[in-house]
């Protein structure tokens, strides 16, 4: 078998990538012919470990994996070589064998059938069978797109959509229609700050809590801030029910103005933050006297001064929807359509702020509108 393969939840497979990337920065990732498996080189099972504790994009992590295009191939074929890789990769305890597929079925091959191959396999090299309770799970996927198969041993539970319980916006205790949702607040967080120990992480707008919930959901120090004392009353309330009232010491609300984040984050946090999540309103008279791209860039610039200098941010803006809806990255110089203001203009604004823009997602929201979702690393100013 071969090596560690990362499965991608189908949600949005690239901001999955992204996502991974920036969890585990100091790992190679190699493409295969599916978009959502990749190869990783370099990390640590440790480290799998905390993603899968924390990742909104990623389904499971198949260990000794081998993933074999079915062109041309016989079943027949495939569990032979299945067999040679499993006697080079035993494992101790009990097993069981899932198998589910993506993006529809592979013509010809029943991968039912092949679970079912697979299990008479296993049981031939002495391996006890417990379908309820096994102490390692052999996962088959099956992508109809690229008719391939991956099967390894599976980290991870291999739900295929972030698990979100009760605490989808609409569930909490106040809820605003600006509210995010959890999988893409998660999603969110995790690209800005990075590994969990990088350090706090701010929200410096956060309306209802949606980033400060999932960021402290992950275990990181975190912070979020509101101008309007109804937001911070209503996002303190959100954030002690997602915990069940005992929300960590660590994560709280404030009031506070996200151009002055100076004047509101504890001294210790000056110089330190790891992440900013963004999702500024929109439109004129937002804020006073300012419009809405002076409010933007005075608190990007204020992010700028308490960042620390590997820190990242994620922003949020609406978009006018591209058609077909793209899933892969958007080039930074391609022509993205905002629905306030211009996009070459927001890119040199945001460089200005002392960011340099690395990657930017549309995700769909419906038919008329799209999420932008821009990530940025700090850049040091002259
Ligand atoms: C689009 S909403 C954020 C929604 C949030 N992501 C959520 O899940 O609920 C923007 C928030 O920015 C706040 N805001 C506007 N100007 C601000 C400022 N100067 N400092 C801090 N917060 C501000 C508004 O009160 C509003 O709650």
């Known amino acids: 078998m071969g090596g560690v393969l990362a499965c991608l939840r189908g949600w949005h497979p690239a901001l999955a990538l992204a996502e991974l990337k920036a969890l585990l920065p100091e790992t190679t990732t190699t493409a295969t012919a599916v978009d959502r498996w990749w190869w990783l080189e370099g990390e640590q099972a440790s480290q799998r470990h905390d993603v899968l504790g924390m990742s909104s994009g990623l389904q499971c992590f198949l260990k000794d994996a081998v993933v074999t295009s079915t062109d041309g191939l016989l079943p027949a074929d495939w569990l032979e070589g299945m067999r040679t890789s499993l006697l080079a990769h035993p494992v101790s305890g009990s097993v069981a064998v899932r198998a589910w597929k993506q993006g529809g079925k592979i013509p010809s091959w029943s991968l039912s059938s092949l679970a079912g191959e697979l299990g008479g396999l296993l049981n031939d090299m002495g391996c006890t069978i417990d379908l309820d309770t096994p102490d390692h799970v052999l996962a088959l996927i099956g992508d109809g797109p690229s008719a391939s198969l991956a099967c390894g041993w599976m980290e991870g539970d291999g739900q ?212 932008l979702i821009l990530h940025a690393k700090y850049a040091p100013r002259d």
């Open 160 to 371: 295929a959509a972030f698990s979100s319980g009760q605490r989808r916006a609409g569930e909490r205790p106040f809820f605003k229609p600006v509210s995010l949702d959890p999988r893409l607040a998660r999603l969110a967080v995790n690209l800005a700050s990075g590994p969990a120990n990088r350090g706090p992480v701010v929200d410096p707008m956060t309306g209802t809590g949606g980033f400060l919930i999932e960021a402290s959901l992950s275990g990181r120090a975190c912070m979020g801030l509101d101008i309007h004392s109804e937001m911070v009353v209503g996002a303190t309330m959100n954030l002690a029910w997602a915990h069940d009232d005992d929300v960590p010491s660590e994560s709280s609300v404030k009031r506070g103005d996200a151009t002055r984040l100076e004047d509101v984050l504890p001294d210790a946090w000056l110089g330190k933050v790891a992440g900013f999540v963004l999702d500024p309103p929109y439109g004129r008279n937002s804020h006073g006297s300012m419009d809405s791209d002076q409010l933007l860039e005075a608190a990007m610039t204020s992010a700028h001064a308490v960042a620390c200098r590997d820190a990242g941010f994620v922003l949020i803006l609406p978009m006018h929807p591209i058609m077909p809806h793209p899933m892969a990255p958007l080039p930074l110089d391609s022509d993205i359509n905002l629905l306030n203001g211009e996009w070459k203009e927001l890119l040199t604004m945001v460089e200005r702020c002392g960011w340099k823009p690395v990657s930017v997602h549309a995700e769909r929201v419906h038919r008329s509108l799209s999420r």
